[in-house]
């Protein structure tokens, strides 16, 4: 009995010494003041004299996404924005979000802004930042105490065509997109006019007049005119991108109730090569899934 008794202990002594430690959790995230709405985030700011982290995200942005489960999962940047800022995101899809985005000329997502309790804009920027890039934009947003950061001159429409026709990128799009979308929020008639006329000059295919017509539709919020204009871009042309097909499949799962047209959109996932999607696109997938049949089992 003392012998069984002996050899137990050895061996609860022999695993205890070689169980593995496991790394532990990241032991906090960013607070996003989930519950609270604009006006009490800028309340909180001037109570804690703190500047405020803005972010404008939508939840078909694929750099976004990217923020999410990169720089914003980043330890140093958790516990930069937690110490120094009062930090608040926004769904610019949602119909509270239209005022802000009018406020802040936000014309591409993820839309990064810190400001000062008053709203006051004191660094913005448009588009995905790596961990250590966000985190020196987030000190020099520290250090400028208020300041405004003067804003470079920007090439005009003809510059920014003449460089996408030589490399036709989508980052080249983005930058005639953003051109779009500043002409429209000025409510210029006369650039927006230049910005559709060059495009169809240029481009004999019409992809990229279609492609800025399907832009409009969701600058302007107009979710029916972007289902028709996406069901014929994506049945006309070809060799279209994975960050497309991704783009509008997000667009569809948020906006559009027609069964048939979700399913298109589960297609179009399909043409994307399995090692180009993402556990969140797959989960898209599965959704689009449902809410067709959800949708096709209610009418």
């Not at 930058?175 to 910005?195: Q, R, T």
């Given at each position: 009995m003392k012998y069984k008794l002996t050899l137990t202990v050895f061996m609860l002594m022999a695993l205890m010494a070689f169980t593995p430690v496991f790394a532990k959790e990241p032991s906090s995230k960013i607070d996003f003041n989930a519950h609270k709405d604009f006006s009490s985030v800028l309340t909180l700011a001037n109570q804690e004299h703190k500047?405020?982290?803005?972010?404008?995200?939508?939840?078909?942005?694929?750099?976004?996404?990217?923020?999410?489960?990169?720089?914003?999962?980043?330890?140093?940047?958790?516990?930069?924005?937690?110490?120094?800022?009062?930090?608040?995101?926004?769904?610019?899809?949602?119909?509270?979000?239209?005022?802000?985005?009018?406020?802040?000329?936000?014309?591409?997502?993820?839309?990064?802004?810190?400001?000062?309790?008053?709203?006051?804009?004191?660094?913005?920027?448009?588009?995905?930042?790596?961990?250590?890039k966000f985190l020196a934009f987030a000190q020099h947003a520290l250090n400028a105490n208020g300041q405004r950061e003067a804003i470079p001159p920007q090439p005009d429409i003809d510059q920014l065509y003449a460089?996408?026709?030589?490399?036709?990128?989508?980052?080249?799009?983005?930058?005639?997109?953003?051109?779009?979308?500043?002409?429209?929020?000025?409510?210029?008639?006369?650039?927006?006019?230049?910005?559709?006329?060059?495009?169809?000059?240029?481009?004999?295919s019409g992809r990229i007049e279609h492609k800025l017509q399907m832009d409009t539709a969701i600058l302007n919020q107009n979710w029916g005119r972007y289902e028709r204009l996406a069901l014929a871009y994506f049945q006309t042309y070809q060799n279209v991108s994975a960050m497309d097909y991704k783009k509008s499949s997000y667009v569809f799962y948020g906006h559009v109730s027609t069964p048939s047209s979700l399913i298109k959109a589960v297609k179009w996932m399909s043409n994307i090569p399995q090692k180009g999607l993402s556990k969140g696109d797959l989960k898209l997938v599965e959704n689009l899934k449902i809410k067709s049949a959800r949708l096709h089992t209610a009418n």
């Open positions: 500047i405020v982290f803005f972010d404008g995200y939508t939840k078909w942005c694929a750099p976004c996404r990217k923020m999410d489960v990169t720089t914003y999962l980043d330890d140093g940047v958790v516990d930069f924005l937690n110490e120094n800022f009062i930090s608040y995101h926004m769904d610019m899809d949602h119909k509270n979000a239209k005022l802000l985005a009018e406020r802040y000329n936000i014309l591409t997502y993820p839309a990064l802004i810190f400001m000062d309790h008053k709203g006051n804009v004191i660094l913005k920027h448009h588009g995905y930042m790596p961990p250590q460089h996408y026709f030589k490399s036709p990128t989508g980052k080249n799009y983005k930058k005639i997109k953003m051109k779009l979308a500043e002409a429209m929020h000025l409510n210029d008639v006369e650039a927006i006019e230049k910005i559709h006329a060059i495009a169809k000059t240029q481009d004999a």
